[in-house]
Structures are given as structure tokens and as C-alpha cells.
Nanobody, 128 residues
Framework: VQLQASGGGLVQPGGSLRLSCVAS????????MAWFRQAPGKEREYVAASRFLGGRAYTSYYSNSVKGRFTVSRDAARNTMYLQMNSLKPEDTAVYFCAAGSRGGSNGSALSRSYDYWGQGTLVTVSS
């Protein structure tokens, strides 16, 4: 399994970006998936998780720092997860990583150790 994250870039405070995470190797529609980020000089932190509920249903969870501003979504047919980021702040500047895992503990987890597969990261810079 490989994950390819993209969509990062430079945006002004208050702006928006949409990140994509495309999976290859097998369909990850029933896996748990998540977004993490790592700012310069800081540890990797949890951003949001997508939990598979069965059928085509998912639910999402968010860290307090992004709740109400970011939205995670999945397109199982395209084997892709998205992160819509609105009202961006300078403190959102980081490299964003997507992750996936098929273990039960991967589904909706906020812990990086729960995930087996990681993308290479895409840089988001929020600055005026």
C-alpha cells in the first residue's frame, strides 16, 4: 500500500486549501484513515480521523485545534481521502501526513502508532 498526499501550498491567513491522499495497492475503503501534521521543531500531532462504519458510511473526528474549520471526507471509489481546511491560521503551518490502517485499533484512532501506512507529507504554509 502506498499513500500519496498532495494539495499543500502557501495561503494567507483566513484562506482555504484542500489536501488529497490517494491510496494505491489495494482499496482502503474499509480502513481507518487519518491526517496528522508536524510543525517545524515540534512533534507530529493528530489532526483528524475518518472511521469506517460499514457499507459506505464514515464518521469523522477532529482535534480541538481544528474542529469547526477542517473537514475530512472519503471517496472510496477513488480510494482517496480529503482534508478541507478553512479559516487557516499561521499556527496551522506544518507538513501534513495522511495515514491508514486496517487493524481494529486504526479505525478512528488519534494515535499515530495505530496506523501502518503513511504518505510522504505535503507542506502547508499559512502566512501573509
Amino acid at each position: 500500500v502506498q499513500l500519496q498526499a498532495s494539495g499543500g501550498g502557501l495561503v494567507q491567513p483566513g484562506g482555504s486549501l484542500r489536501l488529497s491522499c490517494v491510496a494505491s495497492g489495494r482499496n482502503l475503503g474499509s480502513d481507518g484513515m487519518a491526517w496528522f501534521r508536524q510543525a517545524p521543531g515540534k512533534e507530529r500531532e493528530y489532526v483528524a480521523a475518518s472511521r469506517f462504519l460499514g457499507g459506505r458510511a464514515y464518521t469523522s473526528y477532529y482535534s480541538n485545534s481544528v474542529k469547526g474549520r477542517f473537514t475530512v471526507s472519503r471517496d472510496a471509489a477513488r480510494n482517496t481521502m480529503y482534508l478541507q481546511m478553512n479559516s487557516l491560521k499561521p499556527e496551522d503551518t506544518a507538513v501534513y501526513f495522511c495515514a491508514a490502517g486496517s487493524r481494529g485499533g486504526s479505525n478512528g484512532s488519534a494515535l499515530s502508532r495505530s496506523y501502518d501506512y503513511w504518505g510522504q507529507g505535503t507542506l502547508v504554509t499559512v502566512s501573509s
